[in-house]
């Protein structure tokens, strides 16, 4: 009776449109922000800093972890692992002070697969609600903790899925749903898990056929065809929510209660893709992945193979492989990983500008206001106008350069570099 209920409320939520971005959610709750879109409300946000200049804090973060900062109330929550990818261990930072009030050991690996080494066993960004905080690993293991008492509630260590080059795909919640991409080169897959106990709802298979093997059933290329690393996104359109999840040369479109696919447009002009999928009204925007990936405008709806129908407008020069791009009402902005930011008309594809801003880009992009922020790997920021017309308005420089994308508390920004956690104010 009790699951019954649940699930019936579940389904009150959805039809209510209920997931929730206000300030009832944590701040900062999931990568790229409790709207997934990498948009803060902030009333103000600094648009200039350095090594002592409008840092309230900065605090040594030990190990190699690539993951996103997430905020909730005073509590900012991160993974690392040491670099061999043996020990994988959850971190929690008081919000005020910088101390750092949560360090624990979660997952020893004997035999960690292996990782590439522009990758890190922690990149996954955990993911919050109003009680408790998910920490996954890809495969390794993923588990669900107390926010108040640090707790553990559950775990899973029975995923099987071989990353091939690391994991990446970070976790996201709908409802009663903790949902997650399983990417790997052996199986490819989407996964919910009951967010209070960690049973499997349900798993859908990848649909798609990679077209990457022989007539006697072996592999033709190695696991990069079929690995992506892109984190899903739960988008509202006409007909309901939809789970828009985004693997190896392919979009799909999932109903999130069941799983079962709704759609899908095969990108094959590339592989591994890795951004996560912005949603306009009626678009979706992503990138198809490496080694040259395009960006592909799609329209949302219809049943089973929709490429030929449903692809709006598509664009091939400097475009992102990892950075996500940003949505305004008009306009779509991305940073091209070796420097070149670019501005389009969003409905039509038409650019109207792309200038070179320097460094090279892993973390994905932040919109506060009418100003973009970009994260190098150098450790620059170059904020930007949210505009037409290309114009720079502030750069600035910390000691090391950025992997994780930024995340927002209060009027505050919480940036973590390869090994340091600021607060700036």
Known sequence: MRMSMR????????????????????????????????????????RSWGEGQNVAWKTPIHGKGWSSPVVGDQDIWLTTATEDGKELSGICVDCETGKIVYDRLLFSVENPQFAHKFNSYASPTPVLDEERVYLTFGSPGTVCLDRATKAEIWKRTDIEC???????????????????????????????????????????????????????GKPMMDGDFRKAFSTPQIARFDRGPVLVSLGSKCLYGYDPLSGRELWRVESRV????????????????????????????????????????????????????????????????????????????????????????????????????????????????????????????????????????????????????????????
Request: proline fraction near 3%; aromatic fraction near 10%.
């Open 7 to 46: 699930w019936i409320a579940v389904g009150l939520l959805v039809v209510a449109g209920a997931f929730r971005t206000t300030s009832e959610s944590p701040e900062w709750s999931q990568f790229r922000g409790s709207d997934g879109q990498g948009t803060s409300q902030a009333e103000r946000l600094p």
């Open 162 to 216: 071989n990353h091939f080059r690391g994991s990446g795909s970070s976790p996201i919640l709908h409802g009663d749903l903790l949902i997650m991409n399983f990417d790997g080169s052996d199986y490819q897959f989407v996964i919910a898990l009951d967010k209070y106990t960690g049973r499997t709802v349900w798993r859908t298979k990848r649909s798609i056929d990679f077209r990457d093997l022989d007539r006697n």
């Open 270 to 425: 590339s592989h591994s893709g890795s951004t996560r999928p912005t949603v306009g009204k009626d678009r979706i925007y992503y990138a198809t992945g490496f080694p040259k990936g395009q960006l592909w405008c799609v329209n949302p709806g219809g049943a089973g193979d929709v490429t030929a129908t449903h692809v709006l407008w598509q664009m091939k020069r400097s475009v992102s492989n990892k950075p996500s791009m940003i949505l305004t009402d008009s306009l779509l902005f991305m940073i091209h990983d070796g420097g070149v930011a670019s501005c389009m008309d969003a409905g039509t594809g038409q650019v109207y500008w792309q200038e070179r801003i320097g460094g090279n880009y892993s973390a994905s992009p932040l919109l506060h206001g009418q100003a973009i922020y970009f994260f190098s790997e150098e450790g620059k920021t170059t904020v930007i106008a949210a505009a037409k017309q290309f114009r720079v308005l502030e750069t600035n420089e910390l000691d090391d350069g950025f992997m994780a994308s930024a995340a927002v508390a209060g009027n505050s920004l919480i940036l973590r570099t390869r090994s340091h956690l600021y607060r700036v104010d």
